[in-house]
Structures are given as C-alpha cells and as structure tokens.
Nanobody, 123 residues
Framework: QVQLVESGGRPVQVGASLKLACVES????????MGWFRQAPGKDREFVAA????????EYAYPIKGRFTISRDKAKNTVYLQMDSLKPEDTAIYFC????????????????WGKGTPVTVSS
C-alpha cells in the first residue's frame, strides 16, 4: 500500500526559507506524478506545485511562482518543496500527493495523499 509522509514544516519568521520533504513507500514501478497542495485555516485546499515523473516538467501556482521550487530524487523516492521568502499568507498545512495521470493542478487527479506538515509564518 503506497504511503506518503511529509516532513519539514515548522514555525518561521517572514522572509525565512524552509525545505519540505515527502517520502513515498509501499510501491514499485514507474514514479508517480507528484504534487504539493496546501490548506490554510478556514480555506479550501489549493494547488502549490507539481512535478512530472522524470522531473523535467514543473508547474507552479501563481502566488508562489519564483519563491518555491519543487524537485525530486527518484533514487530516494522523495519529492521536495524548497520555499524561500516566506510570507504570512504561506501559513498552511502542506500536503504532498501522488497521481498516476499526467501532471495536474487538480486535486481530484491525485489518488494518494500524505497527512500534511504545518508551516506557520509570522511577522
């Protein structure tokens, strides 16, 4: 049974950097398309970034483009989200998710989800 486990979230100050990690376990075969989503208090879950199987195609949500970078290490079955210049509006629980389809911004395309890691950005 495939599992995703996120780590790296913690409280930080405005302008700080964090690197989240998501480790996949419990499956073999070709890599999944991986995405990062986030959910702020009182808001819907939203797309943050996604990366394709080979790691050569990435998509980003407009609010974080230029500040966040998604990457993957296939040998370690791990996907990362490097977050720079953090803002208070980046405060949320960050989830990673896996998809068997093409790279997508739609949460409905992802079939497996981690439990999330909290990021709090304070001024």
């Amino acid at each position: 049974q495939v599992q995703l486990v996120e780590s790296g979230g913690r409280p930080v100050q405005v302008g700080a950097s964090l690197k989240l990690a998501c480790v996949e376990s419990g499956r073999t075969g070709s890599p999944l398309v991986m995405g990062w989503f986030r959910q702020a208090p009182g808001k819907d879950r939203e797309f943050v970034a996604a990366i394709n199987r080979s790691g050569n195609t990435r998509e980003y949500a407009y609010p974080i483009k230029g500040r966040f970078t998604i990457s993957r290490d296939k040998a370690k079955n791990t996907v990362y989200l490097q977050m720079d210049s953090l803002k208070p509006e980046d405060t949320a629980i960050y989830f990673c998710a896996g998809s068997s389809n093409f790279i997508s911004r739609d949460a409905a395309d992802y079939f497996v989800w981690g439990k999330g890691t909290p990021v709090t950005v304070s001024s």
